[in-house]
C-alpha cells in the first residue's frame, strides 16, 4: 500500500514538473515574442520618422539586423514582367540590376518563406550578381507592397545559418514590413496633399495678388485720365491769367502817364493806398511756380498712363532703357529724400522687348535698391551694349545681401523684410521677365557695402517664338 502511495506521487510530481517546465518555456517565448514584438514596433517607429523611401529601407534593415543575423540583404521589387529589381541593399549600395524570376524564387513568391542550408551547391544564376561568392546560406521571404509582390532576400557567411524557425520569424517580420510600407504610404500621401494645399494657397494669393495689381493699375490709368483734364484746363487758365495780369500792369503805367497833372496826385495817392507795383515781379514769379507745378503733375500724369498701358504688352523694337525715365518719375517721391540717383547711359541698339515688363523690373530693383539703405544712400544705373548683348547694372551702397541668403533671392515668396512689408515674388517676378526676354539677371553683393544686379539681355532683332 505504502509502495502505491509513494509511487503516485512520483507521477504526480513529474506531472508538475512537465507542467512546469512547459510553463518555464511558455513565459521564454512570451517574452521572446514581447522582445521581437517591442523591436518591431521601434522598426515600424522610426521607419515612420523617415522622410524618403531610402531611409524606409534601411530602417526596415536595421530592424531585421536585431532579429535575424545576416552579411548581406536585399529587398528587390517587380520590374518588367519575370524580372525582379534591386531596389535597396542593407549595405545602401545602389544596384542597377534586375534578374529573371526562377523557379526557387517563384516558388517563394507564391508560397511560404524558405530557409536554405547552402546556397551554393544550388547555384542559381542570380546569386553571383547579387552577393558575394562566400555566401552559403539564404532566407528568402515575399511580402506586399503597393499591390506588388516584393522579395527580401537574407545571405550569411555560415552554412546553416537559418533554419525552419527562422523562415517562421521571418513571416511575422514581413507582415510589420508590409504594414510599416503601407502607413508610410498614406504618410507620403498626407504630406504630399498638404505641400500641394499650401502650393495652392501660394498660387491662388499670388493670382490675387496680380488680379490685384492690375486692377490697381486700370484704376490708375483712369485716374490719371481724369487728372489729366483738369490739370490741362488749370495750366491754359494760367497761361491766360498771366498775360492778363501783365496788361493790367501795363494798363496801370500807361494809364499813369496820359493822366492830367492836376489828376496825378490823386492817381499816387491811389496806388499807395492800393499799391500795385508788385504786379510785374510778383505775379510772374508765382505764375511761373504755378505752372511748373502744374507741368510736373502733368508729367506724372503722362508717365503713370504711359506706365499703366493695358496695349503695351506686344513686342516692340524699340530701347529697353526707355522705361527708366518713366520709373524714376513714379518713385520720385521715395527717392529724392533717400538717395542720390546717378545714371549713365551709353548708346544701346534697339531690341524687341516688352517695355511695360522691363520697366516692372526696373521698379522692383529700384525700390529694393531704396529700401535696402539705412539714412541717405546712393543708386548707380548703368547701361551699355557689349557683344550684341545689352546690360543694364542697378547698384546701391545699401546694406547688401548675406551670402547665405544670395542664393535664396530669387526663389518665389522668399523676403528677408519683415512680416507684412515684402510678399518675396519681386526679383522672383523680374527673373521670369527678364528669362522671357532671354536674358540673365546676377547680383554680386556684399554685408554692409551694397549690392549691384546686372542685366544681361540679348539684342533681338525678331520677337522669341
Given at each position: ?23 518555464e ?17 521601434e ?44 531596389a ?7 544596384m ?23 546556397i ?52 511575422r517580420?514581413?507582415g ?19 505641400q ?20 490697381l ?10 487728372i ?12 491766360l491769367?498771366?498775360t ?15 493822366l ?10 491811389m496806388?499807395?493806398?492800393y499799391?500795385?507795383?508788385?504786379l ?9 511756380d ?6 510736373r ?5 503722362k508717365?503713370?498712363?504711359t506706365?499703366c ?23 520720385e ?8 540717383i ?39 544705373i548703368?547701361?551699355?551694349a557689349?557683344?550684341n548683348?545689352?546690360?543694364i547694372?542697378?547698384?546701391d551702397?545699401g ?5 547665405s ?21 519681386g ?26 544686379f ?12
Amino acid at each position: 500500500m505504502i509502495n502505491s502511495e509513494h509511487q503516485q506521487l512520483i507521477e504526480d510530481n513529474e506531472r508538475l514538473l512537465e507542467k512546469v517546465a512547459r510553463l518555464e518555456r511558455a513565459v521564454e517565448v512570451s517574452h521572446a515574442q514581447q522582445a521581437e514584438s517591442l523591436v518591431l514596433l521601434e522598426g515600424m517607429s522610426a521607419s515612420l520618422q523617415a522622410s524618403t523611401v531610402e531611409q524606409i529601407y534601411q530602417s526596415v534593415f536595421s530592424t531585421l539586423k536585431k532579429q535575424t543575423p545576416f552579411d548581406t540583404a536585399l529587398l528587390l521589387t517587380p520590374a518588367m514582367p519575370g524580372t525582379l529589381n534591386v531596389a535597396a541593399t542593407s549595405n545602401n549600395v545602389a544596384m542597377q540590376q534586375n534578374i529573371i524570376v526562377d523557379p526557387l524564387l517563384k516558388s517563394v513568391l507564391t508560397g511560404p518563406a524558405k530557409a536554405i542550408i547552402d546556397i551554393q551547391l544550388l547555384n542559381p544564376d542570380w546569386l553571383p550578381t547579387l552577393t558575394a561568392p562566400h555566401h552559403h546560406s539564404a532566407l528568402i521571404a515575399s511580402f506586399s507592397y503597393k499591390s506588388s509582390v516584393c522579395l527580401l532576400m537574407l545571405f550569411d557567411i555560415n552554412k546553416g545559418a537559418y533554419l525552419r524557425k527562422d523562415a517562421q520569424a521571418i513571416n511575422r517580420i514581413t507582415g510589420l514590413i508590409e504594414q510599416t510600407l503601407d502607413q508610410v504610404e498614406k504618410r507620403f500621401i498626407e504630406l504630399e496633399a498638404q505641400q500641394l494645399r499650401v502650393e495652392s494657397e501660394r498660387v491662388q494669393g499670388n493670382l490675387l495678388r496680380q488680379e490685384k495689381m492690375a486692377s490697381l493699375g486700370q484704376l490708375a490709368a483712369g485716374i490719371a485720365h481724369e487728372i489729366n483734364n483738369p490739370i490741362s484746363f488749370i495750366g491754359s487758365n494760367l497761361q491766360l491769367m498771366q498775360t492778363q495780369v501783365k496788361n493790367l500792369y501795363l494798363f496801370h503805367q500807361n494809364l499813369n502817364k496820359q493822366l492830367a497833372p492836376s489828376n496825378q496826385r490823386l492817381f499816387t495817392l491811389m496806388a499807395e493806398t492800393y499799391p500795385c507795383d508788385f504786379l510785374e515781379s510778383d505775379f510772374n514769379e508765382l505764375f511761373n511756380d504755378c505752372r511748373e507745378g502744374v507741368e510736373r503733375v502733368s508729367h506724372i500724369v503722362k508717365s503713370l498712363k504711359t506706365y499703366c498701358q493695358a496695349n503695351d504688352s506686344n513686342w516692340q523694337l524699340n530701347n529697353v532703357c526707355e522705361g527708366f525715365s518713366l520709373t524714376l518719375k513714379m518713385l520720385e517721391n521715395q527717392l529724392k529724400y533717400n538717395c542720390v540717383i546717378s545714371e549713365y547711359h551709353a548708346d544701346i541698339p534697339d531690341s524687341y522687348c516688352i517695355n511695360s515688363e522691363l520697366n516692372q523690373v526696373y521698379l522692383n530693383l529700384l525700390l529694393n535698391a531704396v529700401q535696402s539703405m539705412h539714412g541717405h544712400g546712393k543708386i548707380i544705373i548703368r547701361s551699355y551694349a557689349k557683344n550684341n548683348t545689352i546690360f543694364i547694372e542697378v547698384q546701391d551702397n545699401g546694406m547688401g545681401i548675406a551670402p547665405s541668403k544670395i542664393n535664396q533671392i530669387f526663389d518665389p515668396f522668399y523676403t528677408t523684410k519683415e512680416v507684412g512689408q515684402g510678399t518675396g515674388l519681386g526679383l522672383s517676378i523680374s527673373h521670369a521677365i527678364v528669362k522671357k526676354h532671354q536674358g540673365e539677371i546676377h547680383v554680386n553683393s556684399k554685408v554692409n557695402q551694397g549690392s549691384k544686379f546686372t542685366i544681361a539681355l540679348p539684342v533681338l532683332s525678331l520677337p522669341p517664338t
